[in-house]
């Protein structure tokens, strides 16, 4: 005998007010009323069973085998981060019926007049941190649902440590109960407050006005700041980036990072990517935090350490840049060869024979395929009323990949 439909109805921020005539007409006719403690509160004179949501494996087998006529309360619209997957994942799609309704995040942006067709939406509701936030990084514009461990203060602070500032933030809290709350703030106002449970961020992306200025590749070296002598140039860099094959999602070490200009425009290429720049020169660290604010660099995480030592506690990579190696460049490739992900690619700037001859010796003794590109660049520059070329010094670029033949 086939068993009863199961409804899936969503609960809006009106209450009772905002049901359809078709689910209320639904709930009357239930037999089985299931949803947390404040929705199936909204039906006091409810009079067959009464289950408050709890364990899901529980519930799971109840649905499988009930014949009773169950209607399911859920927040906004259940197939909106909701309970809807989890049911059609483990039974028929045929035993469901969804009635939809407004949805938390679409009354917070109408309520704070903020448009929201183009934000992002993340949830980090029961789910881990650092993948939400590579997705907030990259976003313009931002609604997350909370929980109690991954709080607004928690998101404030992982964006503050990646170097990630610039958001206008909204706390919205209690939505659709007679306390509800809206608080604009920044980032560090975050850290102070102490949210309601019930609550949600928006953040909205903000620059500097010049900002868009900047083209995604081929900054002019001279908008960086840096030591004239550790910046990987503006045409040396173009190869470079094309050499480390970037794609989106990507973990990217950038070791001796000088100046962290491959690092910035490498952020820019793989904007859903996590690149690590690993630099112990105080100058340079100096430079860097100033360049990674200027471009507003949001996936950039500065390790100040002399490598390979800091390495350890980073993510295994996809992609290495080793820019300078400090007389290290055996120690770093050992350590590098060691966490590099399966078919990743190490890419190395060198600028003189001796250290083309170590880095291509040392790489193939660890069973990497490498090749070595020269770069010569010659610019024009004005002598009286005539031009001329004038020749920077080479750099060879060596790309080695591993596990290929």
Known sequence: MAQEKIYL????????????????????????????QRHLDIFPDFKGQRMVLGDLPELLDFLQKTDKRVVFLASGDPSFFGISRFLMRNLPKE???????????????????????DAIFVSVHGRGMPA???????????????DRVNTPAAIARELIERGAEGYEAW???????????????????????????????ILVKTYEPNLVQYPLIGID????????????????????????????????????????????EASNLMPNGRIFAVERNQQ??????????????????????????????????????IGGAGGQLEEIIDAVDKRLKAEGLIVLNAVTLDTLTKAVEFLEDHGYVVEATCVNISKTRRLTEYKMFEAQNPVYIITAWKGGE
């Open 95 to 117: 035993r469901i019926e969804i009635f939809t309704n407004v949805t938390s995040m679409q009354y917070a942006f109408a309520r704070i007049k903020e448009p929201w067709d």
């Open 284 to 321: 340079c660290i100096g430079f860097i935090n100033e360049n990674l604010k200027k471009f507003c660099t949001r996936n950039v995480k500065l390790v100040e350490a002399f490598a390979p030592e800091g390495l350890e506690d980073l993510p295994d990579p996809d992609r290495v840049f």
């Open 221 to 264: 070296d001279d908008e960086f700041q840096t030591s004239k002598k550790l910046i990987t140039k503006q045409e040396v860099r173009a190869v470079t980036l094309s050499k480390l094959q970037l794609q989106d999602d990507l973990v990217m070490w950038d070791i001796g990072a000088g100046s962290c200009s491959v690092s910035i």
């Open 9 to 36: 109805v969503g609960v809006g921020m009106a209450g009772w007010a905002g049901f359809s005539a078709e689910a209320l007409e639904i709930i009357g006719k239930a037999e089985v009323l299931i949803g947390h």
């Open 132 to 146: 939400a936030v590579d997705k907030i990084i990259s976003a313009e514009k931002v609604c997350v649902l909370t």
């Open 171 to 201: 706390l919205c809290e209690d939505l659709g109960l007679p306390g509800e709350k809206f608080t604009r703030c920044d980032l560090r106002g975050l850290l102070e407050l102490k949210p309601s449970e019930l609550n949600l961020l």
